[in-house]
């Protein structure tokens, strides 16, 4: 079997924080549906929301509240186990730049028939950086309707309170939209599911991300900063 070149694009950092904030924002997703039922602690319990009260509706709140702890610390222990780095990414995610609205014109229909080819990128392409400002908004607007739901109830208004609920579940809906079409372009889309092994050994394949990424590989490998291994190759 030939060996493919592979080229690193996740440090250690990135990986553990992103199974960190994916694995925790999975159960808070799973969880938080089941409140649904009772969204506002002041209402009427309905549907399922009866079976889930008393030691059912207590576990539910304890898992929900642990899995919010590993949700704020996420992006915590990125930062302190690269400060420098979780800057620089941070800056790069969140920058737009003119080639990036030249690839939302035109990445509709390259991703669905393969053309027109995309403008040339950088580290990260425009969608990605677009889910990115989504999970950057999304993380502190949980963060503060979260710990004012914890922490807040009595101490703000019951209209305070309920509009910190429509925050949350506004948040929640935003989240499974975009969590699922994370999920489709990671594990079925033909192209961009070889991207997958970037959250497993922070590794892809160097021609998939010459495709994609190909500003940022070229100045990788013309500043000595690629890190390229040959890998057994899968197709």
Do not use: C
Request: aromatic share 14%.
């Amino acid at each position: 079997m030939a060996a493919e070149p592979r080229i690193r694009k996740f440090t250690r950092a990135q990986i553990i924080y992103h199974w960190l904030y994916a694995g925790s924002w999975l159960v808070l997703a799973l969880t938080g549906a089941s409140f649904m039922w009772r969204p506002d602690p002041h209402g009427v319990v309905t549907g399922l929301g009866v079976y889930l009260q008393g030691d059912v509706g207590q576990i539910l709140r304890t898992v929900h509240r642990v899995a919010a702890l590993f949700f704020i610390t996420a992006p915590i222990v990125w930062m302190l186990m690269e400060p420098r780095g979780f800057m620089g990414e941070v800056i790069e995610l969140l920058t737009i730049r003119r080639l990036d609205w030249k690839w939302l014109a035109v990445a509709p229909l390259h991703y669905t028939v393969g053309r027109p080819p995309l403008p040339p990128q950088g580290k990260y392409n425009t969608g990605q950086k677009l889910n990115e400002w989504i999970v950057f908004t999304g993380y502190f607007g949980f963060l503060i309707s979260g710990l004012i739901m914890w922490f807040g109830r009595g101490a703000v208004s019951v209209e305070a309170f309920r509009w910190m609920l429509l925050l949350h579940s506004f948040l929640f809906w935003v989240g499974v939209l975009m969590a699922s079409l994370h999920m489709y372009l990671t594990l079925v889309h033909p192209f961009t599911r070889q991207a997958l092994s970037i959250v497993g050994n922070g590794f892809v394949s160097l021609r998939y991300a010459r495709a994609e990424h190909p500003l940022w590989v070229a100045e990788q490998m013309e500043s000595g900063k690629a890190q390229v291994i040959d890998a057994p190759a899968h197709d």
